[in-house]
C-alpha cells in the first residue's frame, strides 16, 4: 500500500530521467523499422508526381525552429521531389523564420549528387520571395496579384524582374501549393483562402499538434495531410530516400511506449490507494 | 469622438470586405486590395510596437534597479547583438542569406534556444500524464483508449506489437479508422461550432457592439 | 566532439535551458532572458527589411520617381505612405497622452480581420463541412465504408447537439449529447495522443543534436 503512495507521490525528476532514456538511447541503434505509407500521404506524394516537368509549385513555410524537427524533414524530401521531377518552386512565408528555413533546406538538398548535377538556377528554377506580415491577409492578397504582395524577393530583388515570376500573377498560374505549417497562419487559412476563395490545389505538412484538426478538410479541401515525423518518415519512404524521420522513429516508438507505460501504473496506483481509502 | 470614429473605421471596412467577396469588381476588388496592403503594414508595425514596449520595460527595470534587472539587461544586450549585425554587418536585404552573421546568430543561438523551450515540453507532458490522467468514468477511459490506439498506431512500434493479428485490427489500421472516422465526426463538429461563433463575433464588431478592443476612455 | 565554436555555443544554450528540468536557476534565467532579446530582434530586424523597406519604402520611392520624373501623381504607390503613416500611428501607443490614435489603425486591422473572417470561416469551417457530412449513409457492396458513412454523420450530428447549451440536455436529446461527447472523447484522446506524437519529436532532435551533432556519439 505505501509502495503506491509512494509511487504517485514520485519526484518528477524521475519521470524526466526515463523519458531522456528512452529518448536517446534508440538513437544509437542503427534498426531499420517497417513504416506503411498512409493514403494521406500517398495522396500528396502522387498529387506532385503527377504535374508535369516546368509546372509551377507554391511552397509556403509557415513554421520556426521550435517546429522543425518536424517539418524540416518534410520540406527537404518535398524539395528533392520537387527539383528531381524539373518543378518550379516559388517559396513564401507567413512566418518570419519559414524562408530561413526554407534556405536551410535548400542548401541541405543541393547537397544531393543527383540535384546539384541539374545545376539549379536561383530566379529561373526557384526562388525564395521571403516573408510578408498579415497572416491570412496575405493568402487574400496573393489571390489578386503576387507581385504587389511580395514586391521583392527575400534579397531585395524586385520579384518582377525574376525570370520564373513573370509568368506568375496569382493563385490561377500556380499548379500546386504546399504548405508546411505549425499553427496560425497556416494550412486553415491556405484552405479558407487559397483553395475555397481562389480554387487552388493544397496538400500540407503539418506539425503532429496540428494535423488532427486538418482532417475533416480531407478530400474535398485538402489533398492530403503529412502528420508530424511520421508523416515526414512516410514520405522519405515513398520518395526512397529514408532520411533523418526514418531515423527517429524507433525513439519516437519507444517514447510513446514509455508514456503509455506511466499513464497505466499513474492510474494503477491511483485505483489502488483509491480502493484502500473506500475499506478503511 | 474617439471611440466612434475607430468604430466607423471598422464597420466600413469590414463591410467593404464582405462586399468584395461577392462583387469582386471595381471599385471593391480596389478598396480590398487597399485594405489588405494596409493591414500587412500596420501588422508590422504592431510587432515592432510589441518589441519597443519590451525593451522600455526592459530598460525600465535596469534604470530602476528592480528584482531581476540583471536580466533585464542581458535581454537588451541580446536584442542589439542581432540586430546590430542583422541592419550593419550582413548585406543589407540579403541579411538572411546563409554565411552572413545574422544567419550564424539565428543557426547558432535562436534556433537551439528555441527548440530546446519547446522540447521541454515533452517532460511535462509526461509528468502530467502520470500525474493527472485518469480513467475516473466511461468519457475518460474513451479518451485514454483512443490515445492509446493512436500512440501505437502511429508508430512502427505498433506494427511490430500486432503484425500477427489480421491487417483490419492491427494497431495502424486501428488508428487510422479512429483518425478518419470518429475523430474526424467530433473534429467537423467542434470545427463547424467555431465557425458559427466567429460569424456572430464578427458580425457583432462590424456592426460595433463589440467594442472592447478598443479599450479605455 | 564537434569542434565548432558555433555547436558549442548551441550546446551550452541547449544544457542551460534543460537545466530547468532540475530546477530553476540563474543559467536558466540567463538562457531565457537571451531567448527573448534575441527573438525580439530577429522579428525587428525581419519585419523592417521584408515588410516596410519593400512595402513602404520602395513603394513611396516609385510614387515619388513618377511624380519627379512624369509629373504625375501614380494614386496607387502613394496609397502605401497613407499605410506608412497608419503604422507610425500605431506605435504611439506608447505615449500615453496620444495612445488613442492607435485604434484608427487598430480599426482597420480588426475590420479586415471581421470581414475577412465571417465570409471565409462561414464558407469553409460551416458550409463546406456540413457539405461534407451530406453523405450517402448506405454504400452498396462496401460494409466497411457504410459503417465510416453512418459514424461521420452520427458523429457530427450528435456532437453539434452537445454544443447547443440553450436547450435542456434530457430526454432524446440529452442521449445524442452523450453520444456526442462520446465522439468529442475520442477526438480529445486522438489529439493528446497526437500532441505526445509531437512533443517527443521536438526531444528527439534536441537529444540528436546534443549526443550527434556536439558529442560525435552517433554517426
Known amino acids: ?280 | 469622438m474617439r471611440r466612434e470614429v475607430p468604430l466607423i473605421i471598422t464597420g466600413i471596412v469590414g463591410i467593404t470586405l464582405i462586399i468584395s467577396y461577392f462583387i469582386p469588381h471595381t471599385p471593391f476588388n480596389l478598396l480590398q486590395d487597399l485594405f489588405t496592403d494596409w493591414y500587412q503594414i500596420v501588422a508590422a508595425f504592431a510587432i515592432i510596437l510589441g518589441i519597443l514596449n519590451l525593451l522600455r520595460i526592459s530598460l525600465d527595470k535596469v534604470y530602476k534597479k528592480k528584482k531581476g534587472w540583471f536580466f533585464g539587461l542581458v535581454v537588451v544586450l541580446s536584442f542589439f547583438f542581432i540586430v546590430i549585425p542583422g541592419f550593419f554587418f550582413s548585406g543589407g536585404r540579403g541579411f538572411q542569406n546563409p554565411g552572413t552573421p545574422f544567419f550564424w546568430i539565428y543557426f547558432y543561438i535562436y534556433i537551439p534556444l528555441m527548440s530546446t523551450m519547446f522540447a521541454l515540453l515533452a517532460f511535462f507532458v509526461a509528468s502530467a500524464s502520470y500525474r493527472a490522467f485518469r480513467a475516473r468514468n466511461k468519457e475518460a477511459t474513451m479518451l485514454l483508449l483512443a490515445a492509446f490506439f493512436v500512440m501505437l498506431g502511429r508508430v512502427p512500434i505498433g506494427y511490430y506489437l500486432s503484425s500477427w493479428l489480421p491487417e483490419s485490427y492491427q494497431l495502424a489500421t486501428v488508428a487510422d479508422w479512429i483518425m478518419n472516422f470518429p475523430q474526424t465526426a467530433g473534429q467537423r463538429a467542434i470545427m463547424i461550432g467555431i465557425a458559427l461563433g466567429i460569424v456572430s463575433s464578427s458580425l457583432r464588431v462590424i456592426l460595433g457592439l463589440e467594442r472592447a478592443y478598443i479599450g479605455g476612455e | 566532439m564537434s569542434t565548432s565554436i558555433g555547436v558549442w555555443i548551441a550546446a551550452f544554450l541547449t544544457l542551460g535551458i534543460m537545466s530547468f528540468l532540475y530546477k530553476d536557476n540563474p543559467i536558466y534565467k540567463f538562457c531565457e532572458a537571451v531567448f527573448v532579446g534575441v527573438s525580439a530582434g530577429y522579428w525587428f530586424v525581419v519585419e523592417f527589411f521584408n515588410v516596410f523597406l519593400p512595402k513602404v519604402y520602395d513603394n513611396v520611392g516609385i510614387a515619388v520617381n513618377v511624380l519627379l520624373v512624369q509629373g504625375r501623381v501614380d494614386w496607387f504607390h502613394w496609397s502605401y505612405l497613407l499605410g506608412g503613416i497608419l503604422g507610425v500611428l500605431m506605435l504611439l501607443r506608447l505615449v500615453p497622452k496620444i495612445g488613442w490614435i492607435s485604434r484608427w489603425p487598430l480599426a482597420v486591422v480588426v475590420g479586415t480581420t471581421a470581414g475577412l473572417w465571417l465570409i471565409n470561416y462561414l464558407v469553409s469551417n460551416a458550409m463546406r463541412q456540413i457539405q461534407s457530412t451530406i453523405i450517402p449513409l448506405y454504400v452498396a457492396g462496401d460494409l466497411n465504408a457504410t459503417i465510416g458513412s453512418i459514424i461521420l454523420v452520427v458523429g457530427t450530428f450528435c456532437g453539434l447537439i452537445y454544443f447547443f447549451f440553450s436547450k435542456e440536455h434530457k430526454g432524446a436529446f440529452g442521449g445524442a449529447a452523450k453520444i456526442g461527447i462520446w465522439f468529442i472523447m475520442i477526438t480529445f484522446g486522438a489529439s493528446f495522443g497526437y500532441t505526445v506524437m509531437s512533443r517527443m519529436s521536438l526531444l528527439i532532435a534536441r537529444m540528436d543534436f546534443l549526443v550527434g551533432t556536439w558529442l560525435g556519439l552517433i554517426r
Open chain 1, 1 to 280: 500500500m505505501k509502495f503506491f503512495d509512494r509511487l504517485l507521490a514520485i519526484d518528477r525528476r524521475i519521470i524526466f530521467l526515463f523519458v531522456i532514456i528512452a529518448v536517446t538511447l534508440p538513437l544509437f541503434s542503427k534498426a531499420t523499422l517497417h513504416i506503411e505509407v498512409s493514403p494521406m500521404v500517398k495522396a500528396v506524394y502522387d498529387a506532385v508526381d503527377n504535374l508535369p516537368p516546368g509546372s509551377k509549385v507554391l511552397v509556403s513555410f509557415d513554421y520556426d525552429p521550435a517546429s522543425a524537427p518536424e517539418l524540416q524533414p518534410m520540406a527537404l524530401s518535398f524539395f528533392r521531389h520537387c527539383f528531381s521531377k524539373d518543378l518550379k518552386v516559388v517559396i513564401i512565408g507567413l512566418w518570419p523564420q519559414g524562408p530561413v528555413q526554407a534556405n536551410i533546406a535548400l542548401e541541405d538538398v543541393f547537397r544531393d549528387p543527383e540535384i546539384k548535377a541539374k545545376n539549379l538556377k536561383y530566379g529561373v528554377d526557384y526562388v525564395n520571395l521571403g516573408y510578408m506580415a498579415g497572416n491570412e491577409v496575405v493568402i487574400q492578397s496573393m489571390g489578386s496579384n503576387i507581385h504587389t504582395t511580395f514586391p521583392a524577393d527575400y534579397t531585395g530583388n524586385r520579384t518582377s524582374e525574376l525570370p520564373l515570376m513573370k509568368g506568375i500573377k496569382n493563385f490561377d498560374n500556380i499548379d500546386f501549393i504546399y504548405n508546411l505549417s505549425a499553427g496560425y497562419p497556416g494550412t486553415m487559412e491556405w484552405v479558407q483562402f487559397a483553395v475555397d476563395r481562389f480554387q487552388a490545389k493544397l496538400g500540407a505538412g503539418n506539425t503532429a499538434v496540428q494535423a488532427p484538426g486538418m482532417y475533416p478538410y480531407i478530400p474535398e479541401q485538402l489533398v492530403g495531410v503529412l502528420g508530424g515525423m511520421k508523416g515526414g518518415a512516410e514520405y522519405e519512404i515513398i520518395a526512397k530516400r529514408p532520411a533523418r524521420a526514418v531515423s527517429y522513429m524507433l525513439s519516437q516508438g519507444v517514447s510513446h511506449a514509455v508514456i503509455i507505460f506511466f499513464i497505466i501504473i499513474g492510474n494503477l496506483a491511483f485505483f489502488v490507494t483509491r480502493g484502500k481509502k473506500k475499506t478503511s
